[in-house]
């Protein structure tokens, strides 16, 4: 059984649109709407069984929080592993017109969040604190110096990147910890709610409103950042959230690097761009 004969059968002679499409990821998960009598439902084809464990882990430790996808059933076709959930909606911050509303709302789940007081988020003896930061940012641009000339990366910045500070990490609490635009979807009466959750553990909060807050501004606008800020009830530190984004940034090109196996690495000035951006933000700060 292929992920599409999964969501047919699941459709029960409904309609089936998938909505994942171009170039992915080895083992990336696909995603199809279906148009079932109850209306429509997402089912979200896992690329591995460790992702739908997880996922559905956090969403048990955090039952009731609100702004979670509800999950009407979950299972598994051999190998395929699958869950269905009730549609969250169409668009996301990401696909809107600039929503300062909508982006207040954003905050507010991830406020929701981080004040939450499971500890049944990870089976980490401690969570991602500091330490673990201040090493996986090291770490994070040893790796991306593999890949500097496949992407393109000019040695000068490739030093630069390595010479900033690691970002202040306040003590872990449950997080997303890939709290992105279009993670957020936003439904026809405007809830929002933020999907993907098989990356959730233990983190300080300032990853989750660091990233919610840099693309927010990059790809819908300043009134969407500072919306996020508004919801959130706290704002970042400019300096801080340079140096969260030179972080952020670089495990993003990592990942855009080791996902695509061969060849230059098109398509990513705007990510360098938002690198070089960061670390003369976090450099400047220090002067």
Known sequence: MTPHDLAERLARGGSVQELTGGERPINANRLFRIWVEEGSRIVKVYGTPARERRERHALDALAGLTGLPTL???GAEGDIHWALFEDAGQWSLATLPEN???ARRAGAILAGLHNSETELMTNMTRGIDQEWISVDFISTFKRLARYRGRIGLSSELMEAARGVRPPFASPP?????????DNFLVDDDGQVTLINWEWATLAPPEWDLSKAIW??????????AAGIEEGYGKEIDQAQLDRWTVYHSGMMLVAEAENRIS?????????????????AGATSALS
């Open 72 to 74: 009407v059933d979950s």
């Open 100 to 102: 300062p509303a909508l």
């Open 173 to 181: 609490r449950s997080a997303h910890t890939n709290a992105t635009p």
């Open 215 to 224: 693309l927010a501004g990059l790809e819908s606008g300043p009134a969407s």
């Open 263 to 279: 060849g230059r690495l098109a398509g990513l000035d705007h990510l360098i761009g938002e690198l070089q951006r960061a670390v």
